[in-house]
């Protein structure tokens, strides 16, 4: 096993996750099979109780695992399918190490740092590495692993020394750094400055570690002079020293990585450059250039409470791209705080109301993803009742599909104290419930997680159509609460038909965005995009002849799909009134 660690200085949010993502997919490119590992050093056992605010979304695995949304880069960018033993946290190590010392593995040795936690590091990270996640037998070529945080962080020590240990126990040629830094440019003088790269590597060499290539982010290439003073007083060779400048997109890393000749570098480190071919992105490379030359525009409006940090709903931003470049349209995201819409905004900010409903009601389609807590449930439900009311394309994740169904009681049943016990425990017509199987008292890894089947019950469905006439898809959960069962007769019978539902036939609650890829778009997400652009009956037209559906991990030829469905409400309302409920809900009015 190769081992390609990238590390990051200076500053936090320099890209080390979509640098790690574009080195897998050029050795990928090289013929290479490629495995990733996140580490992250805080002390939570996953990602899963953490504010979007505070960390951007849970990414959640085919496994069940919540996990740091660099896992979902690293799935984008290669199609590979991780698991929750590929996302090592400080929480997991201690955890692991605590519990042996309780069984009494350490035979009553006093457990320390080093060398109990620093080893514990280096077999998560050679256990991880032989997972296969590419669908193929046996261990990948490369594992391409990721520290988080900057170089210095307190709670990194234990994994810089642990990393230091195993590229001396992995030996030369198996091991390769790039250490992924910030080179700025001051606007008073204009020059490129060195100093904060350097005092980065000093203090990595510092710590055991020594990079073998830097990836120097700036605004722009970095010039040669520049280069040599780096490779001076970093002791890096020029030509091992590549800039990471502003794109239009990150999809063009991976093609300013291979136009700098970064993978011949790590191929050399790695002694891999016999074995591995020219890399090969010309699908990629016809993408990214699609990409940049789209025009024609299709507006989306993003309801949500968390729409101040946008990596909030990084995989639904990413599932709307990869839909909108396979149409060829160019995405605009209208970002809309669902509290906004509320009465309460229109009377203490109207100009704020105003604006919120502007780019409500000036959007192609509306899409109201998942949450938690009450904050701005009442504005998603009142987008949703625009939308049906109005005729706009509509799609509900988890929670977004949850309200479609209170709004539909409230005001196609009549219920006006239609909830989910999540907002109002006492309400009288609970129409979202707690999930039995859930705990009340413990919070993490506790919900419904990973990848579940979804049954499509009604074969002429726009769903159906949309995943390719299938039978049934495998598609990622996260859930607490589901739509109560006893009340799906009553919203059947008022029109709302619930086309999708699990093995119990009970439940239909799902997330397709996880599973999206640039090649592969999502299927609900593509009909959302068609029936916003109004291409929603070609596209169904297209879907029908397809007797195979090749998407993440399918088929055998009886349109079955392992790909989307489940905890999503899609309206597609092209110009009539036949939407359809997804990820267990289907709607037709």
Known sequence: MKYVLVTGGVVSGLGKGVTASSIGLLLKSCGLRVTSIKIDPYLNTDAGTMSPFEHGEVFVLDDGGEVDLDLGNYE??????????????????????????????????????????????????????????????????????????????????????????????????????????????????????????????????????????????????????????????????????????????????????????????????????????????????????????????????????????????????????????????????????????????????????????????????????????????????????????SNVPFLGICLGMQIAVIEYARSVLGLHNANSIEFDPKTSNPCVIFMPEGSKTHMGGTMRLGTRRTYLKVPDCKSAKLYGDATFVDERHRHRYEVNPDMISELEAAGMSFVGRDESGRRMEFHPEFKSRPGKPSALFSGLIAASCGELDELLNKSSHVSKVVGSGISNGKATYNGHQNGSYFNALNGSLNGVCVNGNGVHH
């Open 76 to 389: 984008r960018f290669l199609d590979i399918t991780l698991t929750r033993e590929n996302n090592i946290t400080t929480g997991k190590i201690y955890q692991s190490v605590i519990d042996k010392e309780r069984k009494g593995d350490y035979l009553g040795k006093t457990v320390q740092v080093v060398p109990h936690i620093t080893d514990e590091i280096q077999e998560w990270i050679e256990r991880a590495a032989m997972i296969p996640v590419d669908g193929k037998e046996g261990p990948a070529d490369v594992c391409v692993i990721e520290l988080g945080g900057t170089i210095g962080d307190i709670e990194s020590m234990p994994f810089i020394e642990a990393l230091g240990q195993f590229s001396y126990r992995v030996g030369t040629g198996n091991f390769c750094l790039v250490h992924v830094s910030l080179v700025p440019v001051l606007s008073v003088v204009g020059e490129q400055k060195t100093k904060p790269t350097q005092h980065s590597v000093r203090g990595l060499r510092g710590l055991g570690l020594t990079p073998n290539i830097l990836a120097c982010r700036s605004t722009k290439a970095l010039d040669d002079n520049v280069k040599e003073k780096l490779s001076q007083f970093c002791h890096v060779p020029a030509e091992n020293i590549v800039t990471l400048y502003d794109v239009p997109n990150i999809w063009h890393i991976p093609l300013l990585l291979r136009d700098q000749k970064a993978h011949e570098a790590i191929l050399k480190g790695l002694n891999l450059l016999g074995i591995a071919r020219e890399p090969d992105l010309t699908e990629w490379t016809a993408r990214t250039k699609n990409y940049d030359m789209l025009h024609d525009p299709v507006k989306i409006a993003m309801v949500g409470k968390y729409v101040g940090l946008t990596d909030s709903y990084l995989s639904v931003l990413k599932a709307l791209l990869h839909a909108s470049v396979h149409h060829r349209k160019k995405l605009v995201v209208e970002w809309v705080e669902a509290s906004h819409l509320e009465d309460i905004t229109a009377e203490e900010d109207p100009n704020t109301f105003k604006a919120a409903w502007n780019h409500l009601k000036g959007a192609d389609g509306i899409l109201v993803p998942g949450g938690f807590g009450d904050r701005g449930v009442q504005g998603k439900i009142l987008a949703a009742k625009y939308a049906r009311e």
